[in-house]
């Protein structure tokens, strides 16, 4: 089993910046061979990737937020962090922590994070 927690949401003017965290439990997760992914969910829109980071630590971002958000893994403590810049009020959403491990997707509860004025 895998858990993962995420944290840091908040309600933050356009231009503002924030940073989520995501933290990851389970007696059978090597934490540091997952690539680990942050997806995000606007109201009536489809869930969608944002960011996500390979057991090197190699990353790839959406086109929306390249040059923006910056995603970093710090495996000794079984954590991801999304550094979120030039925030806009498009990047509200629900943003949820995920990793695979086979064939089974594991999900956070998802944080909130609004952007308005």
């Known amino acids: 089993q895998v858990q993962l927690v995420e944290s840091g949401g908040d309600l933050v003017q356009p231009g503002g910046s924030l940073t989520l965290s995501c933290a990851a439990s389970?007696?059978?997760?090597?934490?540091?061979?997952?690539?680990m992914e942050w997806y995000r969910q606007a109201p009536g829109k489809q869930r969608e990737l944002v960011a996500a980071?390979?057991?090197?630590?190699?990353?790839n971002y959406a086109d929306s937020v390249k040059g923006r958000f910056t995603l970093s893994r710090d495996n000794a403590k079984k954590t991801v962090s999304l550094q979120m810049n030039s925030l806009k009020p498009e990047d509200t959403a629900v943003y949820y922590c995920k990793t695979s491990l086979g064939v089974r997707d594991y999900w956070g509860q998802g944080t909130q994070v609004t952007v308005s004025s």
């Open positions: 389970g007696s059978i997760f090597t934490f540091s061979i997952y690539v």
């Open positions: 980071i390979s057991s090197s630590g190699s990353t």
